[in-house]
């Protein structure tokens, strides 16, 4: 009779673990259709027009030309290119040169 109970005992053990591990395996495969699905939205989205109209829209501007300084041996700073501020956007509304 004991024997009975500690077989009944042990698969029913068996089963919970089965059913649980039947669970994880379902949200594991969901969690992985997710990662797939946002893994396709980074790569869709990541075009350059699609870049530069999120940047448009978040309201940032093209950089103007850019320089850099180069250090000579001696310690001395050469200033190379032509720095030019970026443009400044225009307001929607305001008037000619309040942008």
């Known amino acids: 009779m004991l024997t009975t109970i500690g077989l009944l005992v042990l698969n029913t053990a068996i089963a919970v673990n089965s059913l649980r591990a039947t669970e994880l395996r379902t949200a594991n495969a969901e969690k992985a259709e997710e990662v797939q699905e946002l893994e396709q939205q ?3 989205g990541n075009t350059p027009a699609q870049l530069a109209a999120a940047a448009v829209a978040a309201g940032l501007v093209p950089a ?3 320089g850099h300084l180069v250090l000579g ?3 001395a700073a050469v200033l190379r290119g032509a720095p030019e501020p970026a443009p ?3 307001t929607p509304g305001a008037p000619e040169g309040e942008g």
Do not use: K, L, R
Request: charged share 25%; proline share 8%; no cysteine.
């Open 88 to 90: 400044v956007p225009e």
């Open 42 to 44: 980074v790569v869709s």
């Open 73 to 75: 041996e001696d310690g």
């Open 64 to 66: 103007g030309a850019a």
